[in-house]
C-alpha cells in the first residue's frame, strides 16, 4: 500500500487537467446509478491512446472472445459493425477486453462458506498471469492500459459480489484480509513480473478504497449479528443451568462472554489495529445489551433466593465473580472505545455488585441476629452455632478468593457490629449468670474464634474484632486515667466506632461509668482529636500522641 501511494504520488495524472473530467465522471455515474466497478462506456477505462484503427477483428482472437456478439442490455459488449468513429472503436475494444476478463476470471464457488479461500487463490493467481499473457500482445494496440483497468475494474467488482454473499464473521474478515494486503501485494497487482506494465500506477484508489469501506461495514454488520447470537446463547445456558457447586459451572458465564467479545478484535487485529478498535466497539456495545438482561434477570432471581429461609450463597458469588471478571476485561481493554459506553457497562456491572453485595449482607444480618439474640438471652453457650451458620453460608470457594475475601470482610464487619450492640444491650450481673464470672474473657475469647473462623474462609481479611479485643481490658480499667487511655486506644483502632458514634458512649455506660463520666471521657478523646499535646509534657494523655 505505501509503494502504492508514493508511485501515485509521482504520477502527472493528478494536474488541475486531469481532475476536471474525473468529477464530471463521478457525477455522470451517480445520475446513472452507477456503481463504478466495470463500467464499459466510462472515458476513465482508457486514457488517451495511440490514434490508430484498432483490428477488432484480430483482438478478438488474441483475446479469446467471439467477435460478433450482440450488445447486451447493460452494454457489456457489443457487436463489431464497421465503425468509423475512433471512439466508437475504443469503446468496442474496450468491450472485448471486458468479455475476456469475465471470461477468465474464475466463477464464485456455490458454497462460498468451504471454498472462498481457494477461490481467492485462483483469483490471484489469475490476474497477473492474463496481464502477462496479454500485455506484450496489446501493447502494439496501444490497449495494455485498458486491459489493466478492465481487469482492475472487474475483480474490484468480483470481490463486491463475493461480499454481498458472504454471511460469517470469519469469511468477512478473510476478504477483508485479502483487499487490504493481497491485491495490491507482490502476488497479486504488485508481482515482479508486472513491473514493466506496473499495474500499481493505474490503480483507482477511489474504487479501491470504497470497496475497503464496504467490506468493512459489511465484516462489522457480520460480527454485531454473531456476538449477539452467541451472548444469546450464553444467557440461554445460564437460563437452564443449575448452578450447583462445580467450578465450571460457576466460572463458566464470564469465561464464555470474555472469550466471544474478545475473539472478534483479536482476529481483526492481524488485519489492522484501527479496525481492531471498531470491532471491540461493536462487541462492547452488544455486550452492554447483553449485561442489561443478564442484570435485570439475577435481580429477580437472586432477590428470590435472599428471601429463602436457608438460601445458598454460591449463586450470589458466581454473580459477583462474573461482574468482577467482566468489569476488569473491559477496563483492560478499553483504549480507543468511546468512554461513555465504558462508563454504561462499569455502571451497570457496579450496580449489580453493589445489589448482590446488599442481598448477601442482609442474609448475613439475619443470620448474625438469630444465633447473638439466643447467645446473649440463654444460658446454653450458643456462640459456636454461629460459627457453624458462618462455615455453612460461606463455605471455602477455590474459584473466587477474591470475591470471597471482600464478602468475608463485609460480613465479618457487620457480625463484630452486631455482637458488640447485643453485648452493651445486655446486663454484666445476667451475663456473667449465663456465661461466666469473667464476661470480659468470654468476649475475648469468642472475639479471637470469630477472627480465626474468618481468616481460615479468606485468608488476609482485615481484622474487625479489635473492638471486641478492648472489652475485657476496659471492664479491668479500675481509675479515670486508665479508661481514658483504653477508650482513645479504641477510638484509634477501631474502625467500627468512627461508623457508629452510639457505640463507645453505650460502651462507657455499659461498663458502669456515670453520664458525667462518659462526658469528661469524650471531651478528653475530642480535645485529643482537635490538639497536640506540648512535647515535654508530662500528663497521662502524653503517651497518646501518636494515636
Known sequence: MKKFLKIRKRSKSWGADSRKPLIENNNNDIQDGYSG???????????????????????????????DVNPSEDGSCCSLRPETDSAQQKQRAVRLIQASVSQHLPKPPSDLDQNLHQHLINVQETVPNELLRLSPLLEEMGLTECLINCYHRQTLGHIDELLKNVQSCKKSFVLMNWILHMYLSQELLGHPDLQKMDPMEKVDLLLFTELAAKAKNKLLDNVQKQVRAHLENILQIE????????????????????????????????????????????????????????????????????????????????????????????????????ESLIQKIAATLENMEDFTLKLLMEIVDHMAEIH???????????????????KAYFPKLSWCQDVQKRVMDEAYKLIAHTYLRHLIRSSQ?????????????????????????????????????????????????????????????MLKECPTWREDKELLPTLLRWKGLSAWEVKEVLEVLDSLSECRPRPRSVTWYSCLICW
Open 37 to 67: 466497478y466495470d463500467n464499459p462506456l466510462d472515458q476513465n477505462t482508457c486514457t488517451t491512446q495511440v490514434e490508430k484503427e484498432i483490428p477488432l477483428q484480430e483482438l478478438a482472437e488474441l483475446l479469446g472472445v467471439t467477435p
Open 239 to 338: 437460563r437452564r443451568q443449575d448452578v450447583g457447586d462445580k467450578e465450571e459451572t460457576c466460572i463458566g458465564l464470564y469465561i464464555n462472554t470474555i472469550g466471544c467479545i474478545h475473539a472478534m478484535p483479536k482476529e481483526a487485529q492481524k488485519i489492522s489495529s484501527k479496525l481492531s478498535d471498531e470491532v471491540r466497539e461493536v462487541c462492547f456495545q452488544e455486550l452492554l445489551m447483553f449485561l442489561e438482561r443478564y442484570a435485570s434477570e439475577q435481580t429477580e432471581i437472586l432477590g428470590k433466593k435472599a428471601k429463602m429461609d436457608k438460601p445458598e450463597t454460591i449463586h450470589f458469588f458466581k454473580t459477583l465473580k462474573t461482574c468482577k471478571e467482566l468489569k476488569q476485561h473491559v477496563q483492560t481493554n478499553s483504549k480507543g472505545i468511546n
Open 372 to 390: 447473638l439474640k439466643n447467645y446473649f438471652k440463654t444460658e446454653n453457650k450458643q456462640f459456636f452455632f454461629l460459627i457453624l451458620g458462618v
Open 429 to 489: 450481673k445476667k451475663l456473667r449468670k449465663c456465661w461466666s464470672t469473667d464476661v470480659g474473657q468470654t468476649v475475648t475469647e469468642d472475639a479471637e474464634t470469630l477472627h480465626d473462623t474468618i481468616s481460615d474462609l479468606a485468608p488476609g481479611v482485615q481484622q474487625w474484632n479489635l473492638m471486641l479485643l478492648k472489652v475485657q481490658e476496659l471492664l479491668k480499667d479500675k481509675d479515670s486515667d486508665a479508661v481514658k487511655l483504653t477508650a482513645a486506644s
